[in-house]
């Protein structure tokens, strides 16, 4: 998860490159964004919306994207700490541009709608951390059952999804338990889960998303950060032995040189090389796991 820790590391990340906290605010926060990323091969003319999900909890503004003609096996998106935002729409967009119907949500929705935080905001200062953490701890093991099976039955109502077909999930940061949650709270429609810098996903807590793994049905990718591996390396032992005991296919690696938070393309620490190579694994599980 986002804490001091990896704060920590990612200042020093950023000195080695010579980037400072202001200079990559200006960066992360002009409207180009999408000009980060490689094109992608054969991309398909997608459509966006807006869109508004009724929860037991309240109403939660999330980003819809798909392809504008027929029907695509669908993905969830659970983004990290700083939630629905720009760089989230286009790390979406891309994915429906691949051949995805894609829902990215808002998770604070409770709290406030997105973006939670100003343009170019960044988890390194006081002041932005001071308004997501205490949204980010508003949330549970409960919210993230909850909200995962009104979001996939919202996706399931759409014209843009292949209900024929399995639905693969993302999670990024504290989205990570998000993912294993709710591969957890509808097996039979969770094909495929994947985790980029995911924190939490194997503790020593009675609710630790590792202990739903038996539940679960989907096949699984994890996307370790090095710097969080240096602090847990005993997480992905857990996991690994979690999956193999359940008989559940999983690819989980520790990305060298990536710091937690790399693959978000706003992110300070933002590793283009490492960040597209977990990009290429996750499209390899979904052709594979919601064919």
Not at 119 to 141: C, K, W, Y
Not at 225 to 249: C, F, G, H, M, V
Request: proline content about 5%.
């Amino acid at each position: 998860m986002c804490d001091k820790l990896t704060q920590k590391d990612a200042d020093e990340y950023a000195r080695r490159a010579g980037i400072t906290r202001r200079q990559f605010g200006h960066i992360a926060g002009i409207a180009g964004l999408a000009a980060m990323l490689p094109e992608v091969a054969n991309a398909q003319a997608v459509t966006e919306t807006d869109v508004e999900i009724t929860t037991p909890d309240g109403t939660c503004d999330a980003y819809w994207v798909h392809p504008s003609s027929g029907q695509h096996p669908a993905v969830l998106v659970w983004p990290d700490i700083l939630a629905l935002r720009p760089a989230f729409r286009v790390m979406g967009k891309r994915l429906a541009e691949s051949g995805y119907s894609v829902l990215t949500v808002n998770p604070f929705y409770r709290d406030a709608r997105s973006p939670v935080v100003e343009e170019g905001a960044s988890f390194a200062d006081d002041e932005t951390r001071a308004i997501v953490l205490p949204m980010a701890q508003n949330l549970n093991a409960t919210t993230h059952f909850t909200d995962a099976r009104t979001f996939v039955s919202f996706i399931d109502q759409q014209a843009a999804t292949d209900t024929s077909r399995g639905i693969g999930t993302t999670g990024y940061c504290m989205g990570g338990p998000m993912v294993m949650r709710t591969v957890a709270a509808v097996p039979d429609r969770l094909a495929a889960g994947a985790t980029f810098h995911g924190g939490g996903l194997a503790t020593d807590n009675d609710d630790s998303p590792h202990l739903l793994i038996p539940d679960t049905k989907a096949e699984m990718l994890h996307c370790v950060a090095a710097n969080d591996d240096e602090r847990n390396p005993q997480a992905k032992e857990t996991l690994r032995t979690a999956y193999a005991a359940a008989s559940i296919p999983a690819e989980i690696e520790v990305y060298e040189g990536a710091m937690h938070g790399w693959c978000a393309i706003d992110s300070q620490v933002y590793h283009e090389a490492q960040a597209e190579r977990a990009w290429s694994r996750l499209l390899a599980l979904f052709e594979r796991a919601l064919a």
